[in-house]
Nanobody, 123 residues
């Protein structure tokens, strides 16, 4: 499985941005996908995850109410819509793939990772 993330960029505080992640290869039909982020000098942290039928989603507390994860099953693509962005949201955002569809918050549950896309929020 290969993951290609895109959509990062520079945005002012209060603005919005959407990042995408396309999965290719032998994905199967039931899998979970997640987003994590890593700011300079910090550990990679969970942001959001979604189940294969989109019936289950999880969000980290700092992004609840501001970020929305969604997926297009036909395109094997997951999106992260980020609204009301804050400077502390600045990080490299990584998408991740769990073939066991556990919709988990722990990095160890995800077998495949994208290359990351940088999101910078200016104050």
């Amino acid at each position: 499985v290969q993951l290609q993330a895109s959509g990062g960029g520079l945005v002012q505080a209060g603005g919005s941005l959407r990042v995408s992640c396309a999965a290719s290869g032998r994905t199967g039909s039931s899998y979970a996908m997640g987003w994590f982020r890593q700011a300079p000098g910090k550990e990679r942290e969970f942001v959001a995850a979604i189940g294969w039928r989109s019936e289950i989603t999880h969000y980290a507390d700092p992004v609840k109410g501001r970020f929305t994860i969604s997926r297009d099953g036909a395109r094997n693509t997951v999106y992260l819509q980020m609204n009301s962005l804050k400077p502390e949201d600045t990080a490299v955002y990584y998408c991740a793939f769990d073939p066991a569809s556990r919709v988990g918050v722990y990095r160890e549950l995800y077998r495949y990772w994208g290359q990351g896309t940088l999101v910078t929020v200016s104050s």
